[in-house]
């Protein structure tokens, strides 16, 4: 299984600063004949279910505000938030869906 | 509008079983891949079982491979997954989830329902 390994674990950012989560993939999750990266990332907001923010690393979901950017290639990937909101107080989740099982990273929580 | 509404959680003991469903309304169902993902309390998300579209294809976790089965019913716009042998670390909140169509990534979301396993 490949596994998914984020950091840090928690971050604290000032409003209106810039927050960058990491996310490491145990294996190359970059499928070389689309060259495209299987992975999504996911912010979940205490007490709700989970949102989609980007898939194919860098593609932003419908409605995702432009703040939220994906890179990164072949196992390493990063989320940057460039101007941190009081609503973007999260847990956010990488996941590879490259290979069964999809497994999702461990979480980063997201503080102001 | 556009639904998927879980149920069929509830308390269960060890070595006992029970079926989740998810109900769809609002979107074409037949047309993607849909998931079961879960959430132990105040832990982060594990992927549990993924479907193709016709459900010919079926996918598990390997904590719950050989126990659980997932199946759908295109007609009925729905989504199941039968949990057998229930072990008390598959106690968490069961999310129902669409892909968005690119072969795993979940862009919609049900509320979840608790599944307990206590004795």
């Known amino acids: 299984d490949i596994v998914m390994t984020q950091s840090p674990d928690s971050l604290a950012v000032s409003l209106g600063e810039r927050a960058t989560i990491n996310c490491k993939s145990s294996?190359?999750?970059?499928?070389?004949?689309?060259?495209?990266?299987?992975l999504a990332w996911y912010q979940q907001k205490p007490g709700q279910s989970p949102k989609l923010l980007m898939y194919w690393a860098s593609t932003r979901e419908s409605g995702v505000p432009d703040r939220f950017s994906g890179s990164g290639s072949v196992t390493d990937f990063t989320l940057t938030i460039s101007s941190l909101q009081a609503e973007d107080v999260a847990v956010y989740y990488c996941q590879q869906y490259y290979s069964t099982p999809h497994t999702f990273g461990q979480g980063t929580k997201l503080e102001i | 509008q556009v639904h998927l509404v879980e149920s069929g959680g509830g308390l269960v003991k060890p070595g006992g079983s029970l079926t989740l469903s998810c109900a769809a309304s609002g979107i074409s169902f037949s047309a993607n891949y849909m998931g079961w993902i879960r959430q132990p309390p105040g832990k982060g998300l594990e992927w549990v079982s993924y479907?193709?579209?016709?459900?010919?294809?079926?996918f598990y976790g390997d904590s719950v491979g050989g126990r659980f089965t997932i199946s759908r019913d295109n007609a009925k716009k729905s989504l199941y997954l039968e949990m057998k042998s229930l072990r008390v670390e598959d106690t968490a909140v069961y999310y129902c989830?669409?892909?968005?169509?690119?072969?795993?990534?979940?862009?919609?979301w049900g509320q979840g329902t608790m599944v307990t396993v206590s004795s």
């Open positions: 989830a669409r892909d968005v169509g690119v072969g795993g990534a979940f862009h919609m």
């Open positions: 294996q190359s999750i970059l499928y070389l004949s689309n060259s495209k990266n299987y």
């Open positions: 479907i193709s579209d016709s459900g010919t294809a079926t």
